[in-house]
């Protein structure tokens, strides 16, 4: 069974460009969540989705960054126009269902932004 | 707002050794659920464990063990004899209930375990 996959591992950006990070969740999973890990801090919850719906982007800021998780293919997090503060590690994580016991991640996209 | 605080930063045990991360909370919620999940050189964090706030009892697993006390907020984690393939950054973790894991996660400790 293949796990939570996450590309590119690594992404390297110029400032001004987008990030498009790709998170495939585990089959049969249909709840998916990104969370982002700054430099010396803890995972910060950005945003939920269910196939073809946002449920909470509260975490999520509200210009340059949109989250989708279409019928067909991976959830997409999108970065326009990336600023050195958004170098971080971003995390998907996905779960079968709203109330499952635990969260099943992948390594994580690391983006740095020069 | 919730809240998960782990003091220790970094922590060096010699293998074999006994050690326990520490993990102390803040909700207002009286229904919550707390977590620990390590994270391993490779970058995924693993589950370890979900506690829910009215299951107070102390649970063991292996080598590792959970002492769960409400009265001081508290949730810490104790590996015994650790191995080296216990060095990882370990997370403790909080949700409060309404479904979905809305997760609020402390800073991480990590934790070196020296051959």
């Known amino acids: 069974n293949a796990g939570v996959m996450q590309n590119p591992r690594h992404l390297v950006r110029r400032r001004g460009q987008e990030a498009r990070l790709r998170c495939s969740p585990m089959?049969?999973?249909?709840?998916v969540y990104w969370y982002r890990q700054l430099p010396e801090e803890g995972l910060k919850f950005m945003v939920y989705?269910?196939?073809?719906?946002?449920?909470?982007e509260s975490g999520m800021p509200k210009e340059r960054f949109s989250a989708e998780f279409p019928k067909e293919g991976p959830s997409i997090l999108r970065i326009q126009q990336v600023v050195r503060g958004d170098s971080a590690a971003y995390f998907c994580?996905?779960?079968?269902?709203?109330?499952?016991?635990?969260?099943?991640f992948g390594s994580g996209t690391q983006l740095s932004v020069l | 707002a919730q809240k998960v605080t782990q003091a220790q930063t970094e922590i060096s045990v010699v293998e074999k050794e006994d050690v326990t991360l520490d993990c102390v909370y803040e909700?207002?919620?009286?229904?919550?659920?707390l977590f620990w999940y390590k994270q391993p050189p490779s970058g995924e964090l693993v589950f370890l464990i979900r506690?829910?706030?009215?299951?107070?009892q102390n649970e063991i697993s292996g080598r590792y063990s959970w002492n769960f006390q409400k009265s001081t907020s508290s949730f810490n984690f104790t590996i015994t004899a650790s191995q080296v393939v216990d060095s990882a950054v370990y997370f403790c973790?909080?949700?409060?209930?309404?479904?979905?894991?809305?997760?609020?996660f402390g800073t991480g400790t990590k934790l070196q375990v020296i051959p």
């Open positions: 994580a996905s779960s079968p269902d709203e109330r499952n016991e635990k969260l099943f």
């Open positions: 989705l269910q196939k073809e719906n946002i449920i909470d």
């Open positions: 973790a909080l949700s409060v209930s309404g479904g979905y894991q809305k997760v609020t």
């Open positions: 089959k049969g999973h249909s709840h």
């Open positions: 909700t207002r919620d009286t229904t919550y659920y």
């Open positions: 506690r829910n706030s009215f299951d107070e």
